[in-house]
């Protein structure tokens, strides 16, 4: 299907997409025609670019915002690349800066700081592709924490600066806001996937039974599980099923979120953004659900962390 964030199977892909369309249709009581897809992967780049324009009327038009939009995407990318998102941080007019929305002003010079997303592209048509094999319309591809951010974060944490964990299968997707613009986005190649492998390998059982007790019984946290309640893990082959504790499993389970966090940490710093995040740190995606994943990531990172559920669609 997926492979960190990436389409290895086109088959497999178009069968789980339609699948979730059709819950998402049982889900809403209505037929689903066309819909935004969320993009991912370490195939994923990300910049801060700046353009300057002379302000033709000596008022900002809309024109004047297309172009100085257009003058600050002129970027060098890779052939192999497409860009997905330019999006504005921050107006500077005459050399006044923290403008949101510059259209009515008066000035001569116009500048804007942008937040530039580029993806590979043949990653983004593979997608489509898939997509469009279930008889679906794409109307935009959007970066997965982008898509997410919307959902899960409020205005106050985009004002006072917040980063976003989207901790999926395949990939952890990683967006900082400040001001109430996108600041940094980074995606590392460590989810969920990961911890259903290190299940398999570490309790000697097979992946689907991994995954299904990572889901029911796993805790990031080994001091959060109880050492007296046991769960029945299937074996490989014809051998007979295990009784193991619970804590077992989160011993398994707990250095893999760990190093995950530390890398998160670790891409924080290097951004420069880390003192920025005054309200903290949002995880959300399906594997950031796990009971004990907010208190670790809180003794990781040493600041407030809280599950984001969609919530502000």
Not at 160 to 189: C, E, M, Q, S
Request: net charge negative; charged share 25%.
């Amino acid at each position: 299907w997926l492979k960190r964030g990436v389409v290895v199977n086109i088959e497999a892909t178009v069968n789980s997409i339609q699948r979730a369309v059709e819950e998402a249709e049982l889900m809403a009581g209505c037929e689903i025609h066309s819909v935004y897809t969320g993009i991912a992967g370490s195939h994923i780049r990300s910049l801060n670019s700046h353009g300057i324009v002379a302000i033709r009327d000596r008022e900002v038009g809309r024109s004047d915002v297309e172009r100085v939009i257009d003058a600050a995407r002129a970027v060098a990318i890779p052939a192999d690349q497409r860009v997905l998102h330019v999006l504005p941080q921050e107006f500077i007019i005459d050399g006044q800066e923290g403008i949101r929305d510059p259209i009515g002003m008066s000035g001569v010079r116009l500048e804007a700081r942008v937040h530039m997303v580029t993806g590979a592209a043949s990653a983004a048509q593979n997608i489509v592709k898939c997509v469009q094999r279930c008889g679906l319309e794409v109307e935009d591809i959007v970066l997965e924490q982008l898509a997410a951010s919307y959902a899960v974060l409020t205005e106050d944490e985009k004002e006072l600066g917040a980063a976003l964990i989207d901790i999926g299968g395949g990939t952890t997707d990683i967006a900082v806001f400040h001001d109430g613009a996108i600041k940094h986005t980074a995606v590392i190649p460590i989810a969920g996937d990961q911890v259903t492998n290190d299940i398999a390998i570490s309790l000697r059982t097979p992946t689907q039974y991994a995954e299904e007790i990572k889901i029911k019984y796993a805790c990031a946290l080994s001091q959060l599980a109880n050492s007296d309640e046991t769960i029945e893990v299937p074996s490989v082959g014809d051998r007979p099923p295990r009784r193991l504790a619970r804590q077992t499993l989160a011993e398994v389970v707990e250095p893999r979120y760990e190093e995950l966090f530390t890398l998160v940490g670790n891409e924080l710093r290097r951004s420069g953004f880390q003192e920025m995040i005054a309200a903290g740190i949002v995880i959300t995606g399906g594997s950031s659900k796990m009971e004990g994943a907010v208190e670790l990531a809180e003794e990781v990172f040493h600041m407030p962390v809280r599950l984001g559920m969609p919530q502000y669609v």
